[in-house]
């Protein structure tokens, strides 16, 4: 009797909140989810209902889909499993579409969490089970905790779930990471646990999937560069932002990837593109006080080549190796660097491409050796820029000699 007197209470609680009956003690995103539960997914409060388990096949397609994103996160999840030891909670990874495709739980939560429906294959959308953590949060693409009886479904009153997303570098969303157990509290601490998760787990997935852009991880504070808080964007050779994470947006003040996408990096800043390729050419990733071109703004950050570009130079370091003898002598002008690379027997397009990038890398290299690694000087010798000296050396991935150690020997 007590059972269904509580059943029927939960049920009311819903329709009071829904109706606007009830203005005080429900999250206005529970709301929302309770009223699209009701009018757009015709979902019944009180009647049970069993969790849609997506095919084999299907599930092995949605992690193949993944990729390195869920590699990445079974390590987090780990890490989260680990500290959350003896807790009684479950740690969940769902793709888009809320299907659970890693699972990781303490073994005092193994019983609830199979009579939940915690495991693999399992759709936790709100279309399938109503408001929860996990469903919840893609519905509202932000952190959230769904408490107790804030869950639509009855069956789910006895959860405490906190959710926080994961989205690609130009905001589209991937994924979810959720911790749930029994708790007769509100975990608040374990939401922002689960996002600083959530966030590292987006930030090196970012990291690896942006692997042919230049990438710069920039904070106000030097120490917080290569931490959770930092600000990464992924550019190309032009200076164009491809991609970012959320901390960026953050520290530049954009309310989303749309705005911040396809913008001049150098604006975005308040830097110069030089400035950006000379940091590319530093050994090691120490992030360096970046100078600005206007106002005040103060930044701190380490930049990375593209990693064809560190190939090509690892290839091409040998060449310059070669005495100068064997080397066809530099001249003290030219026109353009195409004019300092030797001809080259014909290929297929892509064999030629790199076989001329690796000319043009190790003849740069060779001019900046001359040079004594001084950027202008070069620059007269080639007749080029400063400015293409440093976007050639930046897409070449060419590191400056430590002037120090050269000068030692």
């Avoid at 911040?260 to 400035?275: F, K, N, P, W």
């Avoid at 120490?286 to 130079?313: H, I, N, T």
Wanted: charged residues 25%; glycine residues 8%; positive net charge.
């Amino acid at each position: 009797m007590r059972l269904r007197l509580e059943s029927r209470g939960h049920a009311e609680l819903v329709q009071a909140a829904v109706r606007g009956h009830l203005n005080t003690g429900i999250d206005e995103a529970v709301r929302c989810s309770w009223n699209r539960c009701l009018t757009t997914y015709a979902l019944d409060a009180l009647q049970p209902k069993k969790p849609t388990t997506v095919e084999r096949g299907d599930l092995r397609d949605r992690k193949e889909r993944l990729g390195s994103l869920l590699s990445i996160a079974r390590i987090e999840m780990a890490n989260l499993a680990r500290l959350m030891q003896h807790s009684q909670y479950g740690i969940m990874l769902t793709d888009w579409d809320g299907v659970i495709v890693s699972y990781a739980g303490d073994t005092g939560f193994s019983a609830m969490a199979r009579r939940s429906g915690f495991r693999e294959g399992v759709i936790w959308s709100e279309r399938e089970l109503g408001t929860n953590g996990m469903g919840t949060c893609l519905a509202t693409q932000r952190p959230i905790v769904i408490h107790r009886r804030d869950h639509f479904l009855m069956q789910n009153t006895q959860l405490t779930c906190s959710a926080a997303p994961i989205f690609d570098m130009q905001g589209k969303l991937l994924a979810t990471l959720d911790i749930s157990g029994a708790s007769s509290r509100a975990q608040t601490h374990t939401l922002a646990l689960v996002d600083i998760a959530a966030q590292n787990i987006e930030n090196r997935a970012l990291l690896e999937a942006c692997k042919k852009f230049g990438l710069l991880r920039f904070h106000r504070c030097a120490e917080f560069v290569s931490t959770p808080g930092e600000g990464v964007l992924a550019f190309d050779e032009a200076g164009t932002i491809r991609g970012a994470n959320r901390g960026a947006l953050k520290l530049l003040g954009y309310r989303n990837h749309e705005a911040l996408c396809g913008q001049r990096i150098e604006a975005v800043l308040d830097t110069s593109l030089e400035a950006l390729l000379h940091l590319s050419w530093r050994h090691g990733f120490r992030p360096d006080f970046l100078p600005p071109r206007f106002g005040p703004q103060r930044w701190f950050a380490s930049v990375q080549a593209p990693a064809e570009a560190l190939r090509r130079s690892s290839l091409t370091a040998t060449v310059t190796a070669v005495p100068a003898a064997a080397s066809p002598s530099l001249p003290a002008a030219q026109g353009t660097m195409a004019a300092i690379v030797p001809a080259l027997p014909r290929a297929d397009a892509e064999e030629g491409a790199d076989v001329l990038g690796s000319a043009e890398c190790a003849a740069l290299r060779r001019t900046l050796e001359s040079c004594r690694w001084n950027i202008s000087a070069t620059a007269v010798r080639l007749h080029l820029s400063r400015r293409t000296i440093y976007r050639k050396m930046y897409r070449h991935g060419i590191a400056r000699h430590d002037l120090d150690e050269a000068a030692g020997k």
